[in-house]
């Protein structure tokens, strides 16, 4: 038994590498069992097939995605760690752009790997660090939304295009357009939005002062005043 975690770990770093060198079409059962010194019947008993190796992969991508996200450091700004997160998301993925298509190319919803939810929460942190400061014009949930779906377009965008023919500005202007919808100044709806934002931020701090039915109607409600336009 004690084989078995040591044989699966050899198996997704063989696919792993042949990921990165050579593409998804590099990742044959063949090549696999090859690299990784097993038998084919061998990987289709540990992940079920090739799909279930894929998302191990996937998995593996996120996790070292998720550690360069982790090494960042917080600033007391939080849009310029939007700014420094979404940079690193972009250069993840034109530095490995293979695992980066394997990782969000997918629209599966039923076989998203736990460090991709993890990658998520770690953006909603950063965008609620916005909101606390009261600089969110929108609510948290919209603001990751259109973060993180702007950010995936970008760069999917950015690894199809030939390297001599990108524009590597393209990405901050994308996100400068972002950042001002989401906490841009527009009068007062704008500082009402914020105000709100920052409000639903705060609710679970407030156990003591609210009971959960209301925490829970305070929350519905500010999540409409925060996406009013």
Do not use: C
């Not at 998804?24 to 990987?43: D, E, L, N, Y």
């Not at 250069?91 to 460090?115: N, V, W």
């Amino acid at each position: 038994m004690s084989e078995q975690p040591d044989t699966r770990t050899r198996i997704v770093e063989a696919a792993d590498a042949l990921l990165d060198a050579g593409g998804r079409a590099a990742v044959t059962t063949r090549a696999v069992s090859a690299a990784a010194g097993v038998q084919p019947p061998t990987i289709y008993r540990l992940f079920g097939d090739m799909e279930g190796l894929l998302d191990a992969v996937a998995s593996s991508g996120f996790d070292a995605y998720l550690a360069s996200k982790h090494a960042m450091r917080l600033t007391d700004d939080p849009v310029e760690d939007l700014r420094t997160g979404d940079d690193l998301h972009v250069r993840f993925g034109l530095e490995h752009p293979a695992h980066y298509r394997l990782m969000y190319g997918r629209a599966d919803p039923e076989r998203i790997p736990e460090a991709a939810r993890a990658a998520r929460d770690r953006l909603t942190m950063l965008v609620s660090r916005i909101a606390a400061a009261g600089r969110l014009s929108v609510s948290v949930p919209t603001a990751v939304e259109m973060v993180q779906s702007t950010g995936r377009g970008v760069t999917l965008q950015l690894i199809g295009t030939p390297p001599h023919e990108r524009d590597l500005g393209l990405p901050g202007r994308v996100l400068d357009a972002v950042l001002a919808s989401i906490t841009g100044e527009r009068g007062e709806q704008a500082s009402t939005s914020a105000w709100a934002s920052g409000l639903l931020g705060a609710l679970d701090d407030l156990g003591a002062v609210l009971s959960p039915g209301e925490r829970a109607l305070a929350a519905e409600l500010l999540q409409r005043i925060a996406d009013a336009r």
